[in-house]
């Protein structure tokens, strides 16, 4: 990945739309990749954004959501990450939405990724509402993208993709602080909950494109 990266860099500070001076004063320039996704669009985009990070990863994935309810493809590119070596970690809201549906759905999820060596942090102290993935401290995305199936497919949603090294740190030096105030997601402690329990995530997940 980081040989991609670099050449995504030297293109864009070599190409003739730059200042004869750009190559010389980096910092002052930062390449920044816009896309949108909805219900009118032919591809997934941000979806698709999101599963090539993760694959790409050499190092580590960090990624952020108040919601986690991935289609079948996002899932599968968190575990095989995760199962490859690469560190990944998922941190989603521990507070209740207004609509428990997705919460209940996205705890069958969050059991099968740390399954595959994922760790998922639920964050306690407020609601939290970022929507970030940061990967290898080299490229991230910023924007309002849920991590779940009507971002990547309904709702029209629209994200930024930075590659900087230093808006990438910066961001993982925030994902390192909110983890104070995470709780991880232990699945011996979810199976105690009981048949009853899992039954009704079960059944919310069968709703998840729509919730």
Same mark, same amino acid.
């Given at each position: 990945?980081?040989?991609?990266?670099?050449?995504?860099?030297?293109?864009?500070?070599?190409?003739?739309?730059?200042?004869?001076?750009?190559?010389?004063?980096?910092?002052?320039?930062?390449?920044?990749?816009?896309?949108?996704?909805?219900?009118?669009?032919?591809?997934?985009?941000?979806?698709?954004? /999101?599963?090539?990070? +993760? !694959?790409? #990863?050499?190092?580590? $994935? =960090? %990624?952020?959501?108040?919601?986690?309810?991935?289609?079948? &493809?996002?899932?599968?590119?968190?575990?095989?990450?995760?199962?490859?070596?690469?560190?990944?970690?998922?941190?989603?809201?521990?507070?209740?939405?207004?609509?428990?549906?997705?919460?209940?759905?996205?705890?069958? /999820?969050?059991?099968? +990724? !740390?399954? #595959?060596?994922?760790? $998922? =942090? %639920?964050?306690?102290?407020?609601?939290?509402?970022?929507? &970030?993935?940061?990967?290898?401290?080299?490229?991230?995305?910023?924007?309002?993208?849920?991590?779940?199936?009507?971002?990547?497919?309904?709702?029209?949603?629209?994200?930024?993709?930075?590659?900087?090294?230093?808006?990438?740190?910066?961001?993982?030096?925030?994902?390192?602080?909110?983890?104070?105030?995470?709780?991880?997601?232990?699945?011996?402690?979810?199976?105690?909950?009981?048949?009853?329990?899992?039954?009704?995530?079960?059944?919310?997940?069968?709703?998840?494109?729509?919730?």
């Amino acid at each position: 990945m980081v040989d991609w990266y670099n050449a995504v860099r030297e293109n864009l500070f070599h190409a003739k739309y730059f200042p004869a001076n750009a190559a010389d004063d980096r910092e002052a320039y930062l390449p920044v990749q816009i896309l949108t996704s909805g219900p009118d669009s032919q591809w997934a985009a941000i979806r698709q954004l /999101y599963s090539f990070m +993760i !694959v790409s #990863a050499q190092r580590h $994935v =960090y %990624l952020q959501s108040p919601f986690f309810i991935p289609d079948a &493809t996002l899932a599968e590119s968190l575990r095989k990450a995760a199962m490859s070596g690469v560190e990944v970690k998922v941190m989603v809201s521990a507070r209740p939405s207004g609509n428990r549906l997705p919460d209940w759905a996205g705890n069958t /999820y969050m059991d099968e +990724i !740390v399954a #595959a060596r994922v760790r $998922v =942090y %639920l964050y306690q102290k407020g609601y939290l509402h970022a929507k &970030t993935i940061s990967i290898d401290s080299e490229i991230c995305s910023i924007g309002s993208a849920n991590i779940d199936i009507r971002s990547f497919s309904i709702n029209y949603e629209l994200n930024a993709v930075f590659y900087s090294e230093k808006i990438a740190e910066e961001l993982e030096r925030d994902f390192d602080r909110d983890l104070e105030f995470c709780s991880e997601f232990d699945r011996a402690t979810y199976w105690k909950r009981g048949s009853v329990s899992r039954f009704r995530d079960s059944v919310a997940r069968v709703l998840s494109p729509l919730l």
